[in-house]
């Protein structure tokens, strides 16, 4: 409690220097990503908003619940326009396979150079082409650089930085997250900023949902972009600790049955 207490007023003085927002919780944020695809197990704590920044991120502490690793740090870039769902794995951080989420693995890509050792790459079937040039080798340095042990994940569009929870933890760490998020800004925008997905279509955009991902600049521009259905979400799978899990749920369930079957048994014929 101690930290948390210590986390909460450093973020909050953080804010207040700067200008930011500051919200002490958010439930159930209304934000898409694999974290996110049920809100309803998610809080976000000591949220620092600085969205109507020239270089706009938010920043909170996330408790996971029902989660083996229930917290960690996350921070949220806007980016110039949608781009299909994909996944940056850190093959030393490991923060989203430390939270039971994994990845079909048909979807893998291997990335370019040295950097396999260093990254795992995940997109859509039939989108690898598109997450090279999204993901080239100098971005990859970049963040090898600026955010190691981090798994990152565009959705939509928005940049997801999944840390470890002991980041930005010392003082003077969340200054420098400030500089970090605009060098991140700096190079995702000039490898998305002309990113267009000729799969999608103007009649996509009938779809509510879809326009409200969209960005005013984006509407006025070339009339809205979307990314192609196949292209919107990655798929995941269950893993071998989900699968023992639910096997040892499913034999707990079968044993409280019969036991109480035995016992209405009991109570009915036992007497006799």
């Given at each position: ?133 999204v993901f080239s080798p100098d971005l ?108 040892l749920a499913v034999i707990l369930a ?19």
């Amino acid at each position: 409690m101690r930290g948390a207490r210590a986390s909460t007023a450093h973020a909050r003085e953080f804010c207040a220097e700067r200008g930011y927002s500051f919200r002490a919780s958010l439930l159930n944020p209304p934000i898409s990503g694999l974290l996110f695809r049920n809100p309803k197990n998610v809080v976000m704590r000591d949220v620092v908003d600085a969205l109507s920044t020239d270089a706009p991120f938010l920043y909170a502490r996330v408790s996971a619940r029902g989660r083996p690793l229930r917290r960690l740090k996350l921070i949220m870039l806007p980016l110039p326009r949608p781009l299909p769902n994909m996944v940056l794995l850190s093959t030393t951080g490991n923060v989203l396979k430390r939270l039971g989420i994994a990845l079909q693995e048909s979807q893998r890509l291997g990335v370019e150079g040295d950097f396999h050792s260093v990254f795992t790459l995940y997109c859509p079937s039939a989108y690898e082409v598109d997450a090279l040039y999204v993901f080239s080798p100098d971005l990859l340095g970049r963040i090898m650089d600026a955010a190691a042990g981090c798994d990152l994940e565009i959705v939509d569009n928005r940049l997801l930085i999944y840390a470890p929870a002991h980041a930005f933890s010392k003082p003077g760490q969340l200054a420098a997250l400030v500089g970090l998020v605009a060098h991140l800004h700096e190079k995702f925008d000039r490898q998305t900023r002309r990113y267009r997905d000729e799969r999608g279509s103007d009649a996509a955009l009938e779809d509510p949902f879809l326009r409200a991902q969209l960005t005013a600049t984006e509407t006025r521009s070339e009339h809205g972009h979307v990314v192609g259905t196949h292209g919107r979400r990655l798929r995941t799978r269950t893993t071998a600790a989900q699968k023992a899990g639910i096997a040892l749920a499913v034999i707990l369930a079968l044993c409280a049955a019969g036991y109480w079957a035995g016992m209405v048994v009991t109570a009915l014929f036992g007497a006799g």
